[in-house]
């Protein structure tokens, strides 16, 4: 790329992160556009750290401007994009120049994951992401989207079974690990694989492969960066309480539209039988008992937390809740859910939660079978089942008749999930086999898709 493209490119995405943030409420007025172009002429283009203090400081006037400015540069200057020398990013410190090692010049990337999950530093975990994404993301076959890239590289790395790996081969040693930060390690080397895929997706320029959302509520949330989640977090109380408001308004105003005679006539004594002030029946208010089954394997684990802090905020508006969680294995979290005071993060059930069974590989017919033998007589006519996962069964038996077993015995089951529709039922996507045994199927990719879900469901 020569020096007037990459000007041109750079130039183009500062207009961007500007535009992002007037669509948040801040106000960048052209005098601050040419304050930036003024700031870029005295930095290093080439060091991420002096390219957004510069940004920064000439864009954003507010303090609370500040965590919208962070993540909008980073969906437009994302960290170190790997095969483009001109891109305002550099390598970690102490990392090598080349990412990709010949074959047998160095460990399989199984080993080297597994290794820097145990005992890595973030320099090690990004070249790792920077590998596996080059080796795995499926770039030479053409540029598709950003979520198609990182799924291929999710799946490769596999990530859950990284986790029951880690932790088996520590205790095999004699050691006793703490599965929390093995687990935070996991969740950075995601970020990270992340952040790599669109750093490739922008400096091929491809914008429309790059996700644009401007609010929160927006933000695909298997893909989202570090920054964008906690963006999300912070909207998720707000979207449970307004929530919970309508909801409840709703059960107040609720009117069946028959007239209730004894009532009405009872209250026409008054006016000499004339029945003036008509009495209607108001029907018994309907609050479910909601089960939540929550896939928190690979890309779905965040949407999984999201659901079941959703949930959780809108207890009161039901009768009761229960949440489980599942990789192959099934295990009830409804004490940990009820105790986070904020979102329920994926790291926090890995930690408590037993959810990985035999290989930690999604299987979600045993765990639809061992959900029915734990809850099944739990389960009656008020009872709503809300499972939230990708569908994807790794070609394993679906279980179908067992979730037909449990719709039959509840009220409802619906299915939240947070793939785009297009890629239903592609490859061990085996949505619709359950499809056929729910009340709804809803795609639920954002948290305002959430939000309307969740509200149409109750």
């Known amino acids: 790329m020569s020096a007037a493209a990459a000007g041109d490119a750079l130039w183009a995405r500062v207009q961007q992160l500007a535009s992002g943030l007037r669509a948040g409420g801040a106000e960048v007025a052209l005098s601050e556009l040419l304050d930036a172009a003024e700031a870029l002429r005295h930095v290093r283009l080439a060091d991420r750290r002096e390219l957004r203090t ?17 993540a909008l540069f980073d969906r437009w200057f994302p960290a170190h994009p790997a095969g483009d020398d001109e891109a305002p990013a550099g390598p970690p410190a102490g990392a090598p120049d080349s990412v990709t090692p010949p074959d047998g010049a ?25 590998v596996a994404v080059a080796r795995h993301a499926g770039f030479d076959e053409g540029t598709r989207t950003e979520r198609y890239h990182v799924y291929r590289v999710l799946r490769a790395v596999e990530l859950a079974r990284l986790l029951h790996d880690a932790l088996r081969r520590a205790r095999e040693r004699g050691e006793e690990p703490s599965r929390a930060e093995v687990a ?12 790599q895929v669109r750093a490739r997706l922008v400096f091929d320029g491809d914008p429309a492969a790059v996700a644009t959302a401007t609010s929160p509520f927006d933000v695909e949330l298997g893909r989202a960066t570090a920054s964008e989640l906690a963006e999300v977090r912070a909207a998720v109380r707000p979207l449970a309480r307004r929530l919970a408001a309508r ?49 928190v394997s690979g890309s779905v684990a965040d949407f999984a937390g999201f659901t079941l802090t ?57 765990v639809l079978g061992d959900f029915r033998d734990r809850c099944g007589r739990a389960l009656g006519p008020r009872s709503t089942v809300i499972i939230t996962g990708d569908a994807r069964n790794n070609y394993r038996p679906t279980g179908a008749a067992v979730l037909a077993e449990i719709a039959r015995h509840s009220r409802a089951v619906y299915w939240l999930n947070p793939e785009p529709r297009a890629q ?12 056929a045994h729910c009340r709804g199927v809803f795609e639920v990719r954002t948290l305002r898709q959430l939000g309307e879900a969740v509200e149409r469901i109750l």
């Open 310 to 366: 959703l949930l959780s905020a809108l207890a009161g508006e039901l009768a009761s809740t229960r949440s489980f969680a599942f990789v192959d294995a099934v295990d009830e979290i409804t004490d940990l859910v009820a105790a986070c005071d904020g979102v329920v993060e994926p790291w926090q059930i890995l930690q408590r939660g037993r959810v990985i069974g035999a290989d930690g590989h999604s299987d979600y017919g045993a």
């Open 106 to 130: 160095a460990p399989a990337l199984g080993e080297r994951v597994r290794a820097a999950v145990n005992a890595g530093t973030e320099a090690e975990l990004r070249v790792l992401a920077e």
């Open 184 to 195: 935070a390690r996991i969740e950075a080397l995601r970020r990270l694989i992340i952040e």
């Open 247 to 295: 909801l409840g308004r709703r059960r107040q105003s609720i009117r069946s539209g028959a007239v209730d005679m004894k009532r009405t006539a009872r209250r026409s004594v008054g006016t000499g039988g004339v029945p003036i002030d008509v009495a209607y029946r108001r029907p018994h208010a309907h609050r479910p008992e909601v089960f939540t089954l929550c896939d």
């Open 424 to 435: 239903w039922d592609a490859t061990d996507s085996v949505q619709a086999a359950y499809a």
């Open 54 to 70: 510069a940004l920064q400081a000439t864009l954003v006037k507010n303090a609370h401007e500040l965590a919208r400015f962070d």
